[in-house]
């Protein structure tokens, strides 16, 4: 049976357990069970319950594009490790950047050392190792909180997704709708990522 649990502040944690696709949902509180949800639509609506010392608790499954997860919050502040909570989020995005800086790198190396002419009229020769270490660096930056970098990773990515689209249109071919499917998720993840770290609002610690 899956479960997850949240530090609620010194002593006291929130417990969450579920089975199969968030089927028989509850939230408690040390031991105490607060509530009940019932399967995705239920839990995406999310739930709110007061707690002895008159705040609200509130957890809600985020879903859509970009990726999603369990938000937990109290009176609006994200749990530490919850899918909200700046930290998580900007960690997520961290990995992701460095997917993209691999994929890059990887490809470049390939197409240089196995002189692949197909990868290498496309540009993923050299130019594209370089690419991959300037996303390296963004994503180490990232993962130290740097929401900024995460931006310009976003905007680089996005950049280098209208040229690819541009070069095919321009050589007659026809654009990849799976790759640009794929770009828009990760863009769409980076965004919402970036996106929670700057709009979460101040709070007390939760540890």
């Keep these: 049976m899956p479960n997850k649990s949240y530090p609620l502040g010194p002593g006291s944690t929130v417990e969450l357990q579920w089975r199969g696709i968030w089927k028989d949902f509850v939230v408690s509180v040390d031991g105490r069970e607060l509530g009940r949800m019932n399967g995705q639509r239920e839990v995406a609506s999310g739930g709110s319950w007061q707690l002895e010392d008159g705040s609200r608790l509130e957890v809600k499954l985020q879903t859509g594009i970009g990726g999603g997860g369990l938000n937990v919050s109290r009176n609006g502040v994200p749990l530490s490790g919850s899918a909200s909570d700046p930290k998580t989020a900007l960690k997520s995005a961290a990995g992701i950047v460095f ?109």
């Design 99 to 207: 997917f993209i800086a691999g994929l890059n790198i990887v490809l470049g190396l390939v197409a240089e050392f196995g002189e692949i002419q197909f990868l290498l009229a496309l540009g993923l020769g050299w130019v594209a190792v370089g690419v991959g270490v300037v996303f390296a660096a963004l994503g180490f930056a990232t993962l130290k909180g740097s929401v900024a970098a995460l931006w310009i990773a976003i905007v680089l990515f996005g950049a280098d997704a209208l040229l690819g689209l541009y070069g095919a249109v321009e050589a007659g071919g026809q654009p990849s709708v799976g790759g640009l499917v794929f770009r828009v998720f990760l863009i769409a993840a980076m965004v919402k990522a970036a996106l929670a770290a700057r709009s979460t609002p101040p709070g007390p610690s939760n540890s």
